[in-house]
């Protein structure tokens, strides 16, 4: 077991580095326990050992060394300064900082909700264009399902009255219509073949007056196959007053007056 | 001519330096400089007489100021400045010397960056000024026979230990352990004394 004088004789070789690692520790234990006496005497061991410096032979360092370092601290001291020097004289509060990154979220926002909108708007412009489109499509189906069904009831319905339009050609088809006093008149053809170019089929109502000139009324294609429906709803003339129906072909958008022979004729009874 | 690098510096020479260092927290350059001329020769002679190679010892003697200049909150200015710079620049040296090696290891264990240096001074430190004590501790470790004064070289300069001194002299490891413990108390003797 040391004691504590055997501890005091390790006190300079522990500051001077040099205990091996068995005293040191035992040393180092002893220092732990806290010992004032020899913490104190360490003290003065290691202001003795700095001493043994003054043994070292006189040796002066090179001016580049000192140049080397000075310039390293100007350095230093000059970007500390400026560097303190510009954190407090470009400090800006807080509340602006806050403000400034308000307003850019702000920005960054309003762009986004623009994109967003006109995104929006677009998107609503194409549904609108759409359910236009949807909605002319549902009308036009309705007219043709109203013109339809008012075809078939004028065609239907007893008051009608049917009229045969037999060709002046024996090679074309015979046309057939049907005219309701009230609800008007449908003229129909099959396999009948298409008007030349730039020309209509065009029907006419020949009054029974003497004298009277013949009334024009639609125009019409038949289609690809030949076939064509005609309705007219407020025919120029009434059935009784009415002497024949016919059919001319005629420059596209009709004649006020026939331009060429009749090409189908039929008697109203 | 030997001790002419050593300029003479009593008390005020010691409060100078702690006002030195003080004036080091507010940047002061020119108090960096005057630190540098006052010490930089026993820093260097003594960084040299470890490693033995000038460049390096530039080097770390480099190290040591700059670590004055960035790091001077640290030290405590009722200490007395040259043994603690004198402890530091040793133990960056042995550092350098050693590195990565056992001996650097244990170092560390004892050492902290800033060293550990007399908080309590020996009365006797007073009574000298630095160029009277480095007389006496070359007038002393001088007139030890050359294998004691080897030994405590060996255990300064080379931060051997004593079982590595016993073995680099051939010596057995009692007497190593008395001659430097012998040599170290002399030279409080020499120093204590007043004439």
Known sequence: MNTHDEFRELLEAYALGSLDSADRALLETHLASGCAECAKALEEARWLVSQLAYLAPNAEPSDILKGRLLQTVRAEAASDSPQQQAVHATAVPWWLWAGVAALLLFSVYSAWNEQHLRNAVANLQLQAEAQRAERLKLEQQLSAAKMQAHEAMIWSDPKSVKIKMPPKDPNMPQLEAMWHPEMGLVVRGWKVPSPGEKRVLQLWLIPKRAGGKPMPSMTFWPDANGKFSAMVENPPDTMSDTQALAITEEPVGGSPQPTSAPMWVGGVS | ?195
């Not at chain 2, 040299?48 to 200015?77: H, K, M, P």
């Not at chain 2, 009277?132 to 080897?150: N, T």
């Open chain 2, 1 to 195: 001519m030997f001790l002419a690098v050593f300029s003479p510096k009593g008390n005020d020479e010691v409060s100078l330096d702690a006002t030195l260092m003080q004036q080091l927290l507010r940047r002061d350059v020119s108090a960096f400089e005057e630190l540098y001329e006052r010490h930089s020769r026993i820093v260097y002679s003594l960084v040299l007489r470890i490693l033995r190679q000038g460049a390096t010892a530039e080097e770390v003697v480099q190290d040591v100021f700059l670590q004055l200049w960035r790091n001077s909150a640290r030290y405590d200015t009722s200490r007395p400045f040259v043994p603690w710079l004198l402890t530091l620049a040793r133990n960056r040296a042995l550092d350098h010397l050693r590195l990565k090696s056992e001996r650097q290891r244990r170092r560390e264990e004892q050492t902290e960056e800033f060293p550990q240096i007399a908080s309590a001074v020996p009365e006797y430190e007073k009574a000298l000024d630095e160029k009277r004590r480095a007389e006496r501790v070359r007038a002393l470790i001088g007139s030890l026979p050359s294998a004691q004064k080897k030994a405590i070289e060996l255990a300064y300069f080379e931060g051997l230990s004593h079982s590595e001194i016993a073995a680099a002299l051939n010596e057995p490891l009692g007497t190593v352990k008395s001659w430097i413990r012998n040599g170290l108390m002399r030279l409080k003797e020499s120093l204590q004394a007043t004439s």
